[in-house]
């Protein structure tokens, strides 16, 4: 990979990484505008301060923008979830494959790798 598209993947990873980035984008897959407060309660557990600051994140990054009904994704932004998609599938092998117990609990570090 060239230098250019490391910093290509790097930049949308820093934008994607940001807590509750994903989700935002996540909700609003499937093409349906969705209000402030839709949009909240869709993302869960996520504050309307933190839910603003995403919002402006991603409509600065080119894939959110506000329609007359409510928020919705970009052609950037839809391109992206397309890309996405494929996430379902792969966590239910992923945590199917993964030990029951204490260690599989969300956020745990995987068995045999140091915090």
Do not use: C
């Not at 869960?44 to 409509?59: D, S, Y």
């Not at 950037?76 to 092998?93: H, K, V």
């Amino acid at each position: 990979m060239s230098s250019k598209d490391n910093a290509a993947i790097s930049a949308l990873f820093a934008l994607l990484e940001a807590r509750y980035a994903l989700r935002v984008l996540w909700a609003l897959r499937d093409s349906h505008a969705q209000t402030f407060r839709l949009l909240q309660d869709s993302v869960g557990g996520i504050t309307p301060n933190t839910l603003n600051t995403r919002i402006k994140e991603l409509r600065a990054a080119g894939l959110l923008t506000r329609a007359p009904d409510g928020y919705v994704l970009t052609p950037a932004g839809l391109d992206l979830a397309r890309r996405l998609s494929d996430l379902p599938a792969f966590a239910t092998r992923w945590r199917a494959s993964q030990p029951a117990g204490p260690a599989a609990a969300p956020g745990a570090p995987p068995p045999g790798r140091p915090d």
